[in-house]
């Protein structure tokens, strides 16, 4: 039976979404999930490298758990600002509050002026080269495909940049051991290291003809954002933070075939005809405040059939809604209180697009969305100290939303009602006949340990 209460649309139904989804319900709130895609995993499926099995299982599990609350309405495939308005959303649904938790899937672009126009011509960005990664095993895959080269430039110096650049090792190693007949998986390749690998096959990569990948970093080593700090560091923990960042590659360099140059920008590139054909690098300088400066005279190019942009993600922007500087405007940083609006929020990295976790926790927004959407985070220990962040960190921002929620008047059964029936068309026109549990199943795509063990052995996908 239908009461007086709220209702909340909530757009994006992965990490940041469930949870805030689930927290509302808890409470007795109607909550509206809107996802854009079929399934509301959001960078679970796309983005988190999928080597990583246990830790997507579990969290899609959890994800699963929240959404079947009889209180949260599913509405897959439907996106804002194409299958949905955002000003009708406002205006005509009658909801109490609109929650963003759309995450951050465009590119941060790389600062090389007119090399854009190269797109898929010898340049590639992270979110998509990612995705079509995780999902390029599945036989009915029609995405967009990429092919990857020996000498691939990475470019970046996050979390993000080390999983593209393990991506690149692994495929290049594993298409080359295939000329010769040695069939290796990917989630082997990954759980025993490439250099694993060829010993057991008595082989290096100069037999098999590779010179590798280099991943180039504008700063030095140390200063990688591959671990946290606290807002004002002491020389202590600034130390303690260098020697992790250098264990880090280290533990990367003993399992996977690449290089890595750090101080190097770069400022301009080759083309030949259609097609890139390099970058040009400016060596660096960091001086002790910290500040990052150019070397003069230090110009140089490095030929490469292939780079690779992981320099970060921004939120892709919605009409109509204030959008500055690449992220949604708001108006209080601690609810996400979007400018302009009373009860519009922004949920996770679609606040500053940002992925760094010191300023996420400085600033109490999603960790998780944050975390995901910048850096594909490649141990697993560090996604679950950061979901587990992200729902303590969800509680605060809920309370908050939930306070002005108490200031506004309950929405009437007829006003209740009338949502319930325009979710409902939604519903039909994809085909979601509100059965979470059997969409789930006829949308999940093929995995990938599963058709490896269905083979017996070690296997090409």
Not at 64 to 80: E, G, M
Not at 147 to 176: F, H, N, Y
């Amino acid at each position: 039976m239908i009461s007086p209460g709220y209702f909340v649309a909530i757009i994006g139904g992965a990490v940041a979404g469930s949870e805030a989804a689930s927290r509302l319900s808890e409470r007795n709130i109607n909550c509206a999930v809107f996802e854009q895609n079929p399934l509301p995993y959001g960078k679970l499926e796309t983005g988190l490298p999928k080597w990583h099995v246990n830790l997507r299982n579990s969290q899609e599990d959890k994800i699963d758990a929240k959404l079947r609350h009889p209180l949260i309405h599913y509405v897959p495939s439907v996106r804002l600002g194409k299958d949905l308005s955002f000003t009708d959303l406002i205006t005509n649904w009658n909801f109490s509050a609109v929650l963003l938790a759309t995450g951050a899937w465009q590119d941060r672009p790389l600062p090389v002026k007119g090399i854009d126009a190269y797109i898929n011509k010898g340049l590639y960005y992270q979110n998509p080269f990612v995705a079509w990664f995780n999902q390029n095993h599945d036989p009915d895959y029609q995405g967009s495909r990429f092919d990857i080269s020996d000498g691939t430039i990475v470019i970046g110096g996050g979390l993000a940049s080390l999983d593209v650049i393990k991506i690149v090792s692994i495929e290049t190693v594993r298409q080359k051991l295939e000329q010769q007949g040695h069939y290796f998986d990917v989630l082997t390749l990954e759980k025993m290291g490439v250099w694993a690998v060829l010993k057991q096959l008595n082989l290096t990569p100069v037999q098999l003809g590779l010179q590798g990948c280099t991943l180039y970093y504008r700063r030095r080593l140390s200063e990688m954002p591959l671990t946290s700090l606290p807002a004002w560091p002491s020389a202590q923990e600034l130390e303690i933070a260098s020697r992790v960042r250098q264990k880090i590659m280290d533990n990367f360099h003993s399992k996977y075939f690449f290089r890595f140059m750090e101080c190097h920008y770069p400022v301009d590139f080759s083309a030949d005809r259609d097609r890139l054909t390099g970058l040009i690098f400016e060596k660096t300088t960091v001086s002790s405040a910290g500040k990052l400066t150019t070397v003069p005279n230090s110009r140089y190019m490095v030929k490469s059939p292939l780079v690779i942009s992981a320099i970060g993600s921004l939120p892709e922007p919605i009409a109509d809604l204030p959008f500055t500087d690449g992220v949604f405007k708001v108006k209080n940083t601690e609810s996400g209180q979007l400018a302009g609006f009373e009860n519009v929020f922004v949920l996770g990295n679609a606040v500053t697009g940002r992925g760094n976790i010191k300023e996420s926790q400085l600033h109490g927004r999603q960790v998780s969305e944050k975390v995901m959407d910048e850096y594909l985070v490649w141990q697993e220990q560090d996604y679950r100290e950061i979901f587990e962040r992200a729902e303590r960190n969800s509680q605060v921002k809920i309370d908050q939303i939930q306070r002005k929620l108490a200031r506004k008047s309950l929405l009437t059964t007829e006003q209740i009602q009338v949502i319930h029936n325009r979710i409902k068309n939604l519903q039909r026109k994809v085909g979601y006949d509100g059965d979470y549990d059997n969409w789930i199943k006829k949308h999940l795509p093929p995995r990938i340990e599963n058709m490896v063990a269905g083979t017996g052995m070690q296997g090409q996908y």
